[in-house]
Nanobody, 119 residues
Framework: VQLQASGGGEVQAGGSLRLSCAAS????????VGWFRRVLGKEREFVAAISWWIGNTYYADSVKGRFTISRDNAKNTVYLQMNSLKAEDTAVYYC?????????????WGQGTLVTVSS
């Protein structure tokens, strides 16, 4: 499956952005999908994930209550709604997919989309 992430940009602290991860080649119907982020010079960090059929969601503590992951089966797309953004959310965000009904170590990665939060 090929993944295409989009929706990054620059926003002021307290603002919102919505990232999209669209699948091509195959549908998301057999995959759990997640978002990671990486700040230059730091380790990649898990952000959120969603299982496809049941829709179980998983969040990093740092984004709970501010970010929401969701999916649109018809559009074969996963979204990450990011609210109350902080400067420390600035990073390159990547979507990734893991084959199977529940979230696990992803095998497929999309290109990153840059999110910049200015204070």
């Amino acid at each position: 499956v090929q993944l295409q992430a989009s929706g990054g940009g620059e926003v002021q602290a307290g603002g919102s952005l919505r990232l999209s991860c669209a699948a091509s080649g195959r549908t998301f119907s057999s995959y759990a999908v997640g978002w990671f982020r990486r700040v230059l010079g730091k380790e990649r960090e898990f952000v959120a994930a969603i299982s496809w059929w049941i829709g179980n969601t998983y969040y990093a503590d740092s984004v709970k209550g501010r970010f929401t992951i969701s999916r649109d089966n018809a559009k074969n797309t996963v979204y990450l709604q990011m609210n109350s953004l902080k400067a420390e959310d600035t990073a390159v965000y990547y979507c990734a997919a893991a084959y199977g009904s529940t979230w696990s170590e992803p095998k497929y990665w999309g290109q990153g989309t840059l999110v910049t939060v200015s204070s």
